[in-house]
């Protein structure tokens, strides 16, 4: 099973301003990884697929890079409505898994 | 417009059983996978168990494996997960979601406890 780690757990950042959030694979997972978002009592939204494609409706303020095992989702200025939890996935290989998520929080 | 509608969920006693269901709507349901992927309270995300277009083809995390059995029925439109056996680690909400790879449509939830 492939382990998905991100960092950090939590992120505090000013509207605004940039946040660059990072997933890392066990092995490689070439560019087939996924990041979502999930607000609370909500369900998770897929933001990025590809590692780099931004879903349908996504702006672009969302950006998605990296292959292998190293991955960075950056949204440029952060938006009141951007607050929330990240999750990245690898498709890669079954099972799909997932990492445990950071928050992005008001600082 | 992509819909997907969780049911089932509830409260339920440990070694009891539940079955949840998908309704789908706004797409083809007989040409997606389909998943199951759980989130316990203040959790992340699990994936549970997924299902091919047919019905054919089912795998499942090693931590339901023989206790969750996947199921579809393409002519209701519907997405089944029975689960037995239930352990008060199986509490948390049920998500279904579709696509082989990544998800791009996800349901509102169900939420399971288990608890005595």
């Known amino acids: 099973e492939i382990v998905m780690t991100q960092s950090p757990a939590t992120l505090s950042v000013s509207p605004g301003e940039r946040a660059t959030l990072s997933c890392r694979a066990s092995?490689?997972?070439?560019?087939?990884l996924a990041w979502y978002q999930q607000k609370p009592g909500q369900a998770p939204g897929l933001l990025i697929y590809?590692?780099?494609t931004r879903a349908t409706g996504i702006p672009a303020r969302f950006s998605g890079s990296g292959s292998g095992t190293e991955f960075t989702l950056t949204i440029s200025s952060l938006q009141s409505e951007d607050f929330a939890v990240y999750y990245c996935?690898?498709?890669?290989?079954?099972?799909?898994?997932f990492g445990q998520g950071t928050k992005v929080e008001i600082k | 417009e992509v819909q997907l509608v969780e049911s089932g969920g509830g409260l339920v006693q440990p070694g009891g059983s539940l079955r949840l269901s998908c309704a789908a709507s706004g797409f083809t349901f007989s040409g997606y996978f389909m998943h199951w992927v759980r989130q316990a309270p203040g959790k992340g995300l699990l994936w549970v168990s997924r299902?091919?277009?047919?019905?054919?083809?089912?795998a499942y995390a090693d931590s339901v494996k023989g206790r969750f059995t996947v199921s579809r029925d393409n002519a209701k439109n519907t997405l089944y997960l029975q689960m037995n056996s239930l352990g008060v680690e199986d509490t948390a909400v049920y998500y279904c979601?579709?696509?082989?790879?990544?998800?791009?449509?996800w349901g509102q939830g169900t939420l399971v406890t288990v608890s005595s």
């Open positions: 996935q690898q498709y890669n290989i079954w099972p799909r898994t």
């Open positions: 979601a579709r696509g082989y790879s990544y998800s791009d449509s």
């Open positions: 299902i091919s277009t047919d019905g054919g083809t089912t």
């Open positions: 590809g590692a780099s």
């Open positions: 092995q490689s997972v070439g560019s087939d």
